[in-house]
């Protein structure tokens, strides 16, 4: 089945800094979705991008589908960012997310 | 008030019990899902529905089975459950024209 791989696997940033996620994907997908989960446990969508680049105020997203990867950008950050970021896509193999075993960021007051 | 409800938030219970797990939507989705999450590890599907009479394994489903009794509500039930099934549940559903899915704030559950 596809492999999903995400980069790195923990992060530690200053407030204020800038950061770059990474989910690496061995096949060709049909979705992909970001998810933030916070401290409390809250799965939370970031972003549905299949393809193509999106941006929501401080956060954005590229997916390269033909290079089979996909980058998510947080500029500014702030201690609310803290938590594990999710990659999951869906191959074209007929329906099965998977994700990856995720980003786990801390960021420092 | 929260789109995808899931009940009960927390569960201690113990070896050999049968315990249902319920999922409650509001978002008017006919596709709805549950995952497992262990920790320090991404989710894992269970199974998935795409509309009430269609009702699909995933990628665990092994000691699990599920009901979609309506179309906002998909429960999962462990007919016997076992300690390695202490885990995080979450529900999620999607639209039918998408696969972006949308997760309730999840059920804890411990078998002791």
């Known amino acids: 089945g596809i492999q999903v791989e995400q980069s790195p696997p923990d992060l530690i940033l200053q407030e204020g800094a800038n950061s770059t996620l990474r989910c690496n994907f061995s096949?060709?997908?049909?979705?992909l979705q970001w998810f933030h989960q916070n401290p409390w446990g809250q799965l939370i969508n970031l972003f549905y991008?299949?393809?193509g680049t999106k941006q929501n105020g401080r956060l954005s997203a590229t997916t390269v589908a033909t290079e089979r990867y996909s980058l998510l950008y947080i500029s500014s950050s702030q201690t609310t960012d803290s938590g594990v970021y999710f990659c999951?896509?869906?191959?074209?193999?007929?329906?099965?997310?998977?994700f990856g075993a995720g980003t786990r960021l801390f960021v420092k007051a | 008030d929260a789109d995808v409800t899931q009940t009960p938030r927390n569960r201690i219970t113990k070896t050999g019990k049968r315990i249902m797990l319920e999922c409650s939507q509001t978002?008017?989705?006919?596709?709805m899902y549950w995952y497992r999450q262990d920790p320090g590890l991404g989710l894992r599907l269970i199974y998935y529905?795409?509309?009430?009479?269609?009702?699909n394994k995933g990628e665990i489903s092994d000691g699990y089975s599920v009901s979609r009794q309506a179309q906002a509500k998909f429960s999962l039930s462990l007919e016997s459950a076992i300690p390695n099934q202490t885990a995080l549940y979450f529900c999620?559903?999607?639209?039918?024209?998408?696969?972006?899915?949308?997760f309730g704030p999840g059920t804890r559950l411990t078998v002791t």
């Open positions: 999620a559903t999607s639209p039918g024209y998408s696969y972006e899915q949308y």
């Open positions: 096949d060709s997908v049909n979705n």
């Open positions: 991008i299949p393809s």
């Open positions: 999951a896509v869906d191959g074209t193999g007929g329906f099965k997310t998977i």
């Open positions: 978002k008017g989705h006919d596709r």
């Open positions: 529905s795409f509309d009430v009479k269609d009702i």
